[in-house]
């Protein structure tokens, strides 16, 4: 089986789960097999948020319970530099090049120190748009993680879907979910882009430039409302136009 096929079949059993908490088990069980045994997802609350209302904010968790209630209750959101990285980089990325990126304070180092003390020692993160234009934070992390390029970006593009599949469910039952219509050539380009193929190499592969190959990336991005191009890919296998 293929890397992508692959990736569709895991596509597959998220999409036929029918709660968020199966949307949790069913995307630890995949991503387990990574190292990546944790999950936690949802909306950053404002700077000086009452710890009592933070909880509020998560959409998607299977934290050590324990290090949840430490993580609220000594307000790391202000100073983890996972989360800092989110806010400055939309692509995916591992949390080891969060702290290699910053210039670490104490409080930083205490909340990667305290996380490593929990079995939480390297992960994967990266930030979604919701459909109402808020960001959410996606975190997956554990002891030993042991990633490729290619499991990289299929677990990369796995989580993604997770947890657009846990907003959908969220919103199901009082919001319909608009159409939107892409062209030929964005479905092209998006298929490709799912298989990995860069801007240059799509523009080979469909007789187009560069340019305009990047052109309907970013076209198909801004109608998914996708942050980046693994959300829109994400986004465009959810509503059938990558199969």
């Not at 919701?130 to 677990?155: N, P």
Request: charged letters at 20%; a negative charge.
């Amino acid at each position: 089986m293929g890397q992508f096929d692959r990736t569709l079949e895991y596509i597959d059993q998220l999409q036929h789960a029918g709660t968020a908490a199966a949307v949790c088990e069913k995307l630890l069980g995949i991503t387990s097999d990574f190292g990546l045994t944790a999950l936690m997802a949802g909306t950053v609350p404002q700077p000086a948020t009452p710890t009592g209302q933070q909880k509020e904010h998560v959409l998607l968790c299977d934290w050590p319970v324990e290090w949840l209630e430490r993580y609220v209750a000594r307000n790391y959101v202000d100073h983890d530099p996972v989360v800092s990285h989110m806010k400055q980089l939309q692509a995916p990325f591992q949390w080891r090049e969060a702290a290699q990126g910053i210039s670490f304070d104490k409080s930083s180092d205490e909340v990667m120190g305290d996380a490593g003390a929990f079995k939480l020692r390297d992960g994967l993160a990266f930030p979604l748009i919701t459909l109402d234009g808020q960001i959410v934070m996606v975190s997956l992390g554990g002891e030993a993680v042991q990633l490729s390029a290619a499991e990289f970006g299929l677990v990369s593009l796995v989580s993604t879907y997770a947890v657009g599949r846990a907003m959908q469910i969220h919103t199901m039952a009082s919001k319909t979910i608009d159409h939107i219509e892409l062209t030929p050539r964005e479905r092209e380009c998006l298929q490709w882009a799912a298989v990995g193929k860069s801007e240059w190499e799509i523009s080979q592969i469909l007789g187009i430039s560069e340019h305009t190959s990047e052109k309907h990336l970013l076209n198909a991005k801004s109608k998914l409302g996708a942050v980046n191009r693994v959300q829109a890919v994400a986004e465009a296998i959810r509503r059938g136009y990558i199969s």
